[in-house]
């Protein structure tokens, strides 16, 4: 109807006006320009780190910008954990939601540009790190929380079950497979909560208070409460995590 077609073009009016203002809005001084591959939301994205911010917009000049968060947490694909490193995933937990179109956002995930960071000139054979710096700087955090890539370093806070009878393909790594809901991904046990891929959906160790495994035949249920009583499920894991889960 016509009242329809209004309502849209005003809607996509106020769009523009809000993705101009995403343009217009202050991160302090621009110290790094780049592109990533954007999880969540799912959308490739230019991302300008400044002194006081990140920017993120997509090739329409839709974005939002990220000035403080709760936490940052640097973690690899669980695919690249079998093979060689590839450039670390991001993820954000943000202390207020920002708008992406029309859709509002707590967390934002996304994968870190290939090319390091440059450092007095010189190239860090570790570019995660030269790029957790200048997360640091950007949103004037004190600490990254970091999951490594097994073959960048030999101790994690959680590692996966492992002995001479595990496959090679599921034993040391950072996370172990398993469903969340319909959701089949992975997650990560971390010193600051948890933290399951893909979608990215973080659990704040503050916010849970009680956890259970449950062993069928060859499988686990792992339940964890949290304050508001809300109980969260992951099912499907190998029942040989039961150990290295409850320690």
């Known amino acids: 109807s016509i009242q329809d077609e209004l309502l849209l073009s005003e809607q996509q009016q106020q769009q523009q006006v809000d993705d101009a203002a995403v343009l217009e809005e202050a991160i302090g001084d621009v110290l790094r320009n780049d592109t990533a591959i954007g999880i969540q939301p799912r959308a ?4 300008e780190f400044g002194g006081g911010g990140i920017r993120f917009c997509d090739k329409n000049s839709a974005g939002f910008v990220v000035n ?3 936490q940052a947490i640097v973690f690899p694909k669980p695919e690249d954990c079998r093979s060689k490193p590839k450039p670390d ?17 707590s967390q934002i995930c996304f994968q870190l540009p290939s090319n390091a960071p440059n450092k007095n000139g010189t190239m860090s054979s570790d570019a995660t790190e030269l790029w957790i710096g200048l997360l640091k700087t950007s949103l004037s955090l004190e600490t990254v929380e970091r999951v490594h890539h097994p073959k960048l370093a030999t101790w994690n806070v959680f590692v996966s079950h492992q002995d001479d009878a595990t496959s090679s393909t599921v034993a040391g790594l950072p ?23 893909k979608p990215c959906r973080f659990f704040p160790r503050s916010l849970l208070k009680a956890s259970d495994c449950r062993a069928g ?3 686990l249920t792992w339940t964890v409460s949290t304050d508001d009583d809300e109980h969260i499920e992951f099912t499907n894991i190998h029942k040989q995590e039961q150990d290295v889960i409850r320690k």
């Open 44 to 47: 490739n994205l230019d991302v």
């Open 68 to 70: 403080t968060v709760k």
């Open 89 to 105: 995933l991001v993820l954000l937990i943000l202390n207020d939601t920002v708008i992406y179109k029309t859709k509002s956002l």
């Open 175 to 197: 996370y172990v497979p398993c469903y969340h809901g319909v959701n089949d991904g992975c997650l990560f046990p971390l010193e600051s909560g948890l933290l399951f891929f």
């Open 217 to 219: 035949n060859r499988y």
